[in-house]
């Protein structure tokens, strides 16, 4: 587990990894716990996610995943403990503040429009507009250039914008999900479940994805059952069990069935070695 300390900057980051990626704190949860009633679906946990790595949550189903991925989106405030955001202490009481924190979420349902294209789904609800006051009208010349940008640029896809979402593989909505939250201009992204019930195909097109949105300096936060997958692709894997966050692991120094063993018991059997 790596060992978390505070620079003189009041900055917090952690040691004793090798992601090879620069270990400036981006989120940081302290003695995060959210309780529903008498359940405490996420207890006391305590989490640097440095600037610009992928970092996965998993678990097995009822780990508190998706708790403690709605309380970073803005969905659930904490009972206790506090986030920070670059440093910086943050409360979201909803997602629009923690997207005014540059923090975006693609929940798995994806809620795009089928009948309507690419360029307009990235856009819905912020549509570029000219015009002043109340005669301000949607500027499609832009919203269609800046999609372009977004596909081109940013996801490095050549999909014509003007395909109807309805016409699109999986993976191909996933992007564009993606860019939709791209459009806010966000320097963290939670992809909740990315890859579930895509092909393998589908599956690369998003890792790959992901991999890019990396490389341009976005932290991604990814949760996921898919063990295989972020094997592949995460810098770090956080490993929670009935609500706690029981260790954290490179890729390299663990295997699919050490995973599931600390899915599925929260700890691992003698024999082997853990950090
Ligand atoms: N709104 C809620 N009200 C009451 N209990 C909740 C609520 N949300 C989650 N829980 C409970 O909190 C615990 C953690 O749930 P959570 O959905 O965070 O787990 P998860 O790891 O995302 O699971 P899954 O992979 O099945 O989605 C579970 O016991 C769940 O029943």
Same mark, same amino acid.
């Given at each position: 587990?790596?060992?978390?300390?505070?620079?003189?900057?009041?900055?917090?980051?952690?040691?004793?990894?090798?992601?090879?990626?620069?270990?400036? #704190?981006?989120?940081?949860?302290?003695?995060?716990?959210?309780?529903?009633? %008498?359940?405490?679906?996420?207890?006391?946990?305590?989490?640097?996610?440095?600037?610009?790595?992928?970092?996965?949550?998993?678990?097995?189903?009822?780990?508190?995943?998706?708790?403690?991925?709605?309380?970073?989106?803005?969905?659930?405030?904490?009972?206790?403990?506090?986030?920070?955001?670059?440093?910086?202490?943050?409360?979201?009481?909803?997602?629009?503040?923690?997207?005014?924190? /540059?923090?975006?979420?693609?929940?798995?349902?994806?809620?795009?429009?089928?009948?309507?294209?690419?360029?307009?789904?990235?856009f819905m609800g912020q549509?570029?507009?000219?015009?002043?006051?109340?005669?301000?009208? &949607?500027?499609? $010349?832009e919203t269609y250039e800046?999609?372009?940008?977004?596909?081109?640029? %940013?996801?490095?896809? !050549?999909?014509?914008?003007?395909?109807?979402?309805?016409?699109?593989?999986?993976?191909? %909505?996933?992007?564009?999900?993606?860019?939709?939250?791209?459009?806010? $201009?966000?320097?963290?992204?939670?992809?909740?479940?990315?890859?579930?019930?895509?092909?393998?195909?589908?599956?690369?097109?998003?890792?790959?994805? &992901?991999?890019?949105?990396? /490389?341009?300096?976005?932290?991604?936060?990814?949760? #996921?059952?898919?063990? *295989?997958?972020?094997?592949?692709?995460?810098?770090?894997?956080?490993?929670?069990?009935?609500?706690?966050?029981?260790?954290?692991?490179?890729?390299?120094?663990? $295997?699919?069935?050490?995973?599931? *063993?600390?899915?599925?018991?929260?700890?691992?059997?003698?024999?082997?070695? !853990?950090?």
């Open positions: 587990m790596s060992v978390e300390k505070e620079d003189s900057t009041g900055q917090h980051s952690t040691g004793g990894d090798d992601t090879g990626k620069a270990e400036t #704190s981006k989120l940081r949860m302290e003695n995060l716990t959210k309780q529903f009633g %008498r359940i405490v679906a996420v207890e006391d946990v305590s989490l640097d996610i440095h600037s610009s790595e992928v970092f996965a949550l998993v678990g097995d189903n009822g780990a508190g995943k998706s708790t403690l991925m709605n309380m970073l989106s803005g969905v659930h405030e904490p009972s206790k403990g506090q986030i920070y955001k670059d440093g910086k202490p943050v409360n979201f009481s909803n997602p629009s503040e923690a997207r005014d924190n /540059d923090i975006e979420t693609v929940y798995q349902d994806l809620a795009l429009m089928d009948d309507l294209d690419i360029a307009t789904n990235i549509f570029p507009r000219t015009g002043f006051g109340p005669l301000q009208l &949607i500027d499609w $010349d800046r999609a372009e940008q977004i596909m081109m640029e %940013r996801l490095g896809r !050549d999909l014509d914008i003007k395909t109807e979402v309805e016409f699109l593989s999986g993976g191909q %909505r996933q992007l564009v999900a993606i860019g939709r939250s791209l459009a806010f $201009d966000p320097d963290v992204i939670i992809l909740d479940e990315p890859t579930s019930a895509l092909s393998v195909d589908a599956t690369r097109l998003v890792q790959d994805t &992901i991999d890019t949105l990396a /490389d341009q300096g976005i932290t991604i936060v990814i949760v #996921s059952h898919n063990i *295989e997958s972020v094997l592949k692709h995460a810098d770090r894997i956080g490993v929670l069990f009935r609500g706690s966050l029981v260790d954290i692991k490179q890729p390299e120094e663990t $295997d699919l069935e050490e995973l599931n *063993e600390l899915m599925t018991t929260g700890t691992l059997s003698s024999g082997r070695l !853990d950090d």
